[in-house]
T-cell receptor, first 111, second 117 residues
């Protein structure tokens, strides 16, 4: 089956690192994505990782993939108040273009 | 380079009415996907259009239909609106996956907020 799960809330202090976790069930997933959504807005693509990779780093963002456990994480270094938003993990299987999204993790950054 | 655009921004309808939402893909993209995002939920896939045909469909009733035009823009139509259709409707565009796997990454528009009363 297809299912993506995320914890709903995360609160950190400005300057700390944030780690948002995601688990997925579709073993045929080829790409996994992280999107950011600010209030009243659409989804902004942050980064993605191909399923044959373990890690990808892009400036303040680090994505870790444990394919055996079907676990994906997004680490944001030096978290800023502007990082406050809802973060969605999504998987794309090899059967087509549809993305399966988690419920989203609301990140709150306190000054 | 224009990103994905959607119109209208907001829409209010009553139960039983019909609605049409519009999407223009990012320049150079040829594939359009539609998603429904209910309040507090992640987006749910409705369908995807490529070469003016519905290529893949999610678990949505036939009341949801779509169209893609030769210029790659797309419409989402919903008939016989229900209160439960109230949501943010998101359009995403991408370049067909046969053009190169990484290039079918989906980029989203700002969405259309539909309220059904």
């Amino acid at each position: 089956g297809e299912d993506v799960e995320q914890s709903l809330f995360l609160s950190v202090r400005e300057g700390d690192s944030s780690v948002i976790n995601c688990t997925y069930t579709d073993s045929s997933s080829t790409y996994l994505y992280w999107y950011k959504q600010e209030p009243g807005a659409g989804l902004q693509l942050l980064t993605y990782i191909f399923s044959n990779m373990d890690m990808k780093q892009d400036q303040r963002l680090t994505v870790l993939l444990n394919k055996k456990d079907k676990h994906l994480s997004l680490r944001i270094a030096d978290t800023q108040t502007g990082d406050s938003a809802i973060y969605f993990c999504a998987e794309r299987g090899d059967q087509g273009g549809k993305l399966i999204f988690g419920q989203g993790t609301e990140l709150s950054v306190k000054p | 380079d224009a990103g994905v655009t959607q119109s209208p921004t907001h829409l209010i309808k009553t139960r039983g009415q019909q609605v049409t939402l519009r999407c223009s893909p990012k320049s150079g993209h040829d594939t359009v996907s539609w998603y429904q995002q209910a309040l507090g939920q992640g987006p749910q896939f409705i369908f995807q259009y490529y070469e003016e045909e519905e290529r893949q469909r999610g678990n949505f009733p036939d009341r949801f239909s779509g169209h893609q035009f030769p210029n790659y823009s797309s419409e989402l139509n919903v008939n016989a609106l229900l209160l439960g259709d109230s949501a943010l409707y998101l359009c995403a565009s991408s370049l067909d996956r046969t053009s190169g796997r990484a290039r079918d990454t989906q980029y989203f528009g700002p969405g259309t907020r539909l309220t059904v009363l």
